[in-house]
């Protein structure tokens, strides 16, 4: 239940690259990257799942809220990714399926 959605999938992997960010600047990054405005109450209600679950911790920083992924939370991305990669083709995979 930790990555009920590509929502959360994103906000963590974001946060495995850039160690931690303010909540603004990882929202900034996935509408980039989507190329669409999300919802602020919503992305929020996102992060504080997220926190709420035990994958992401939440300091203050003056006015700001400061994000970084938890180690639980840096295993489950490591986990989903190596899941994920064992299920993408590659050229090499597809050149087997053929032979067969």
Known sequence: MWFQSGR?????????DAGELRGQKIK????QYYDMRLDPQSFYGTLDA????????RRTEG???V????DGGAKR???YYAWLTERVDTD?????????
């Open 8 to 16: 959360r999938r994103d906000l963590c992997a974001i946060l495995y």
């Open 28 to 31: 900034t990054r996935v509408e």
């Open 50 to 57: 997220l926190v709420d679950s035990g994958h992401l911790e």
């Open 63 to 65: 006015i700001y809220d």
């Open 67 to 70: 994000y970084s992924l938890t």
């Open 77 to 79: 991305v490591e986990s």
């Open 92 to 100: 090499e995979n597809r050149e087997d399926e053929t032979d067969v």
